[in-house]
């Protein structure tokens, strides 16, 4: 799914994955719209591993110092995404 930025309101709850604090429980609702070939690339690769519309999704851990990468568990399975890869990732907090 991807997200368009005029979404209802309703919607507004959603933040990218970069912006969960950790070990906030959260859902994947879906994806940015991709800028250039270089972000649909790193989204579709994002939805490969996991990264699905309604999949379970928690920030573990903060890289030291400047918070990069991220150690982010979806499903079962943990990951460490830099946060320009996380910021495509929209999730609504549990």
Do not use: Y
Request: proline share 6%.
């Amino acid at each position: 799914m991807w997200l368009d930025k005029s979404q209802p309101a309703v919607d507004r709850q959603m933040i990218g994955l970069h912006q969960l604090a950790c070990h906030v429980p959260a859902e994947v609702v879906g994806m940015n719209l991709a800028q250039d070939e270089e972000e649909r690339s790193v989204a579709l690769r994002l939805l490969e591993i996991g990264f699905l519309p309604g999949e379970s999704v928690r920030v573990i851990a903060h890289g030291f110092p400047g918070h990069d990468p991220l150690a982010v568990r979806v499903g079962h399975t943990t990951f460490a995404l830099r946060s320009h890869e996380a910021a495509l990732v929209q999730v609504r907090p549990t």
